[in-house]
């Protein structure tokens, strides 16, 4: 597999050859990963559509480590030519979470912007969308964090109906209400 | 009297879509000045469910991203696991895997096929191609035991191996589509109707296309040829002789015709992977799937859908639960962004033609 990076290395070099404290490396077929600081993300993006041909932007994305306290920003782009996915990731601070707005550069990342804003709170001064995504009038920290506990938000916001709670065995429920015997074969299944 | 400006909320439910979205329009008379895409109806939390999933309690959530087309994202999560891990799928298991995908776009333009043609009423085509997509269905339950989501392609291969007897089934079924596919062109696009609604109707710029993000049909429709398995070959792609349907035009016409075109390209791609199905082994089987870990890492994985290039953003911290698992439907792209530049200036009555058009598919949007 490692014989045929030439393409990808190419990439590599191209790019460490522009931007000095950046780390680049050659993955795997088709995959170059480029590490930058956030400040630099921006003019790499740019070098990369406008002198290296990678003018589609496929993806962005974003995760959050919480054990180091940051978030990481993704931006996968793919050229027409090279048939090459770049990856551009950088590390941001998980307390002060800001990005800079790039919905100029490619104008789909407004609305990765306003999902990653929305999910997981990283704000993008400067930047233009309506505030609502996908959720609606959501009060709480934003869901996609991993210290957001999805059980602990079920538990505390909704209520389970009356005779659905959680782990009934409802079968054996209608049974008992309406005076009916299960039969030897089901009861194996029996829950309670 | 002048005429004020009017606002219409089009949808949560409307026939454009599979699924539930709404577009705020802004109209003057009947054409539109402005468009605002409202997503949030279909939201599921999927990958936050995932990151409580191991890795192969994720692939059953896959499938669910979109529901018309179930096999792409499972493709796509596959390939990308595969990548960090570095597993090999063996050769029978690409093909069956490449089976199931060409499979899954000859039932998911059959869909297209109701979808256009019931915007534009030409009722009959939708109700014929939604019955004969049935038989693709099927072929699908025999070979997965599902109808519609089949969790059958796994990272290292597929699920199971064929049952005795299907590669005929497939031949027949592949046969009696491909004749009834000459009816609902006769009903489809040689109709005055049809020909009308759709030229010069829902333009993409041919010199913004690949800036913007469009990918798939609406692509190729621009007279711009790319294609995920043309460019980044997956599976037995490489091996497979067919070619891209490339229309210039850029409306909803030239978009027609690239499906028009490609459905055929699916049939006989249908055909070459039946005939040519290597024996072997169908799945590099992973340890103990409950107990699973894939080395830290990410990776890309994408598969071409009939709407376009699906990916998965998949990052592993070497648990054996997945980190992040991102999806990039091409709905995303087409349903927000593009949808609403796309709608300015159109008919009210083109909306819900343009988004299938376009391959809107909401759930695929929020996840």
């Known amino acids: 597999m490692e014989t045929s990076l030439i393409k990808e290395e190419l990439l590599a070099q191209q790019l460490q050859n522009a931007f000095e404290n950046i780390v680049t490396e050659a993955v795997r077929k088709d995959t170059v990963f480029a590490y930058a600081s956030k400040e630099q993300v921006s003019s790499i993006l740019l070098y990369a559509k406008e002198k290296l041909g990678y003018k589609s932007l496929a993806h962005m994305s974003c995760i959050d480590w919480l054990e180091s306290d940051e978030f990481e920003l993704v931006y996968i782009i793919w050229s027409p030519e090279t048939k090459l996915n770049l990856f551009v990731k950088t590390r941001i601070d998980r307390q002060n979470p800001e990005m800079e707005n790039m919905d100029m550069i490619w104008r789909q990342l407004n609305t990765y ?62 049974a008992k209400r309406s005076g009916e015997e299960i039969p030897d074969f089901a009861k194996k299944y029996s829950r309670e | 009297m002048r005429e004020k400006s009017t606002t219409l909320y089009l949808g949560p439910q409307h026939p454009g879509i599979t699924g539930n979205m709404m ?42 991203f979109c529901v018309p087309e179930p096999d792409p994202p499972e493709a796509a999560f596959a390939l990308a696991v595969e990548q ?8 029978r298991g690409k093909y069956l895997r490449s089976l199931v995908l060409e499979l899954a776009r000859l ?24 019955g004969d997509r049935n038989y693709v269905l099927d072929l699908f339950e025999e070979l997965t035991g599902g109808r519609i ?20 089934k497939v031949l027949r079924t592949m046969d009696y589509i491909e004749k009834r596919i000459d009816d609902y062109d006769r009903m489809m696009f040689d109709s005055a109707i049809f020909q009308k609604r759709a030229q010069g109707v829902g333009i993409i710029t041919k010199e913004k296309a690949m800036e913007w993000g469009v990918v798939g049909a609406p692509l190729r429709g621009c007279g711009i040829g790319h294609d995920v398995r043309k460019d980044n070959p997956y599976d037995a792609y490489d091996k497979l002789d067919f070619e891209m349907g490339i229309f210039e035009g850029g409306d909803v016409w030239a978009r027609a015709r690239v499906r028009q075109f490609e459905i055929r390209q699916t049939i006989s791609m249908i055909r070459q992977l039946i005939q040519n199905l290597p024996s072997g082994d169908y799945l590099n089987k992973m340890p103990n799937p409950m107990k699973w870990t894939i080395p830290a890492g990410s990776a890309y994985g994408k ?4 709407r376009g290039e699906f990916g998965f953003h ?3 911290d070497g648990s054996d639960k997945p980190r992040r698992v991102h999806a990039r439907g091409p709905a995303y792209v087409h349903g927000v962004s593009l949808l609403e530049d796309v709608l300015i200036g159109q008919n009210l009555a083109d909306v819900s033609f343009i988004m299938n058009s376009l391959g809107v598919c909401p759930p695929e949007i929020e996840r």
């Open chain 1, 113 to 174: 912007q306003r999902e990653i804003r929305e999910m997981f709170g990283v704000e993008f001064p400067g930047f233009v969308g309506e505030k609502e995504f996908i959720l609606e009038d959501w009060e709480d920290a934003p869901p996609m964090r991993r210290d957001f506990d999805t059980l602990e938000y079920v538990n505390d916001t909704f209520f389970e109906r009356e005779g659905r709670e959680d782990k009934q065995d409802v079968r054996e429920r209608i």
């Open chain 2, 107 to 130: 039932q998911s333009f059959m869909l297209w096929y109701a979808g256009q043609s019931g915007s534009t009423g030409l009722y009959t085509v939708g109700q014929w191609s939604v």
């Open chain 2, 23 to 64: 577009v705020k329009l802004q109209l003057e008379g009947d054409t539109i000045v402005k468009a605002t895409t409202h997503v949030g109806y279909l939201h599921r939390a999927f990958e936050k469910l995932i990151e409580r999933r191991n890795w192969m309690q994720t692939t059953t959530i896959l499938c669910r």
């Open chain 2, 314 to 316: 998949v990052v592993s």
């Open chain 2, 84 to 91: 960090i891990e570095g597993r090999e799928v063996p050769e």
């Open chain 2, 149 to 168: 989501y089949h969790m059958y392609i796994w990272p290292g291969g597929v699920r199971r191996d064929i049952p005795e007897g299907f590669e005929d």
């Open chain 2, 303 to 306: 598969v071409e859908s009939v």
